[in-house]
């Protein structure tokens, strides 16, 4: 049976300053990148979606010699080769599907056909691999960071905050029309530029008041921040409380996660429930881009490779949530940490909770930990060092479990 707390947040993938975006993924689809022929030569351009990142690399070729004869006598790939040649700009997509096979298309998205398709990779074949190359590296980054994820736990000895700047810039004044010794002659005209650029200025002092306002907000949230993580959380319940919550959601979290909280009554020990995602939203497949050709490899993963990524990954969510409680709550001397998720009842048909691990950790023992060789630590491995409870195999099979709850 499930215990609830007080406190609930809601961690989504990539969560970051309290703002709610997914994190860095490549969709196997029509995002991709594009080769552009024009006079100055072949370019590659290509971007990672979501971060604003991206590349421009120019590429050799020879030029088409021009022809006299109209397009219409030509096949397609010549008319395509000597619009490359008299310096027409062409934008094309590239499109990868679920099964890892590329797709070339003009810029409105209609497909180019198998002998367009060979002339543009001719042109444009170190980039297109290149561009293969980083979608597969991103595709398989998911796994790698759900390994990973206890990697960037602070060590006990982490305090205090530091301000961010205000990220936004103060509004750009306008530019104001000189009124000139003619504009004189014509009074209307002259009454007019002037009532333009009082518009204008008054348009500019009240955007500005605007971000004046929004950056003395953000101000004092920093500072008042500040002296929450530095101050308030020796004394405050409210304050560790919410320190915990801010730091929990500046995790890059890559699956969503619910997380519940409650302090004790004398503030030295917290009890943290965890709903960890279920094994189906683990990746089931990894990718390769063969070494002589334009595409890449899905190959799927294993059982046992499945079951071992989601026994590191639930274990890595456990031990950055110690983490966190250790470096930003300095009273608390006991944590403990219990993962569940969410599981048919064969018996009911209805749904119930299978709580996978719980975890009864002292400060003294987390302080154990070599935090500056965490790459050497396996999560795993690391909370048997702490009273556990926790019924599994060796290949990752979990059988269910009673929580350790607040006395």
Partial sequence: MAFRFQRRITLAPGVRLNVSKRGIGFSVGPRGASVSVGPSGVHAHAGIPGTGLAYHTKLDRKRSSPRSSSVIERSATSALE?????????AFTLKVDSEGRVHYLFEDGT??????????????????????????????ADITHLGQLHWETPCPETR????????????????????RWWHRLWPPLKRRLELDNAQQKTLFDDDYRQWEWRKAEFDAEEFARQ??????????????????????EEIDWPRETLIDFDLGSDERTIAVDIELPGESEMPTREWTMPPKALKLS????????Q?????????????????????????????????????????????RDQYLYSIKA??????????????????????????????????????????????
């Fill in 82 to 90: 000597e619009r490359i040649g008299e310096g027409e700009t062409l």
């Fill in 298 to 305: 899905p190959k799927p993963l294993s059982d046992t490779r």
């Fill in 307 to 351: 079951r071992k990524l989601y026994r590191d990954y639930v274990h890595g969510v456990a031990f950055r949530v110690l983490g966190a409680v250790f470096a930003r709550l300095p009273n608390v001397q006991e944590a403990r940490v219990s993962g569940y998720r969410p599981v048919i009842d064969p018996a009911t048909g209805g749904e």
């Fill in 227 to 248: 002296q929450r993580e530095e101050e308030g959380v020796f004394s405050d319940m409210a304050a560790m409380e919410q320190t915990l919550r801010e730091r929990l």
């Fill in 111 to 140: 497909p180019l056909s198998d002998e367009e398709a060979r002339l543009i990779r001719r042109h444009a074949d170190a980039a297109i691999r290149e561009r293969l190359a980083r979608l597969c590296d991103e595709l398989n």
């Fill in 160 to 179: 205090g905050y530091v301000p961010q700047p205000f990220p936004e810039a103060p509004p750009t004044s306008p530019e104001f029309t000189p009124v």
């Fill in 362 to 407: 002292t400060r003294d023992q987390w302080a154990r930990i070599h935090f500056d060789k965490l790459a050497q630590v396996d999560p795993v491995a690391a909370v048997e060092a702490f009273t556990l409870r926790r019924d599994m195999t060796k290949t990752g099979i979990f059988r269910d479990v009673t929580p350790f709850q607040l006395v």
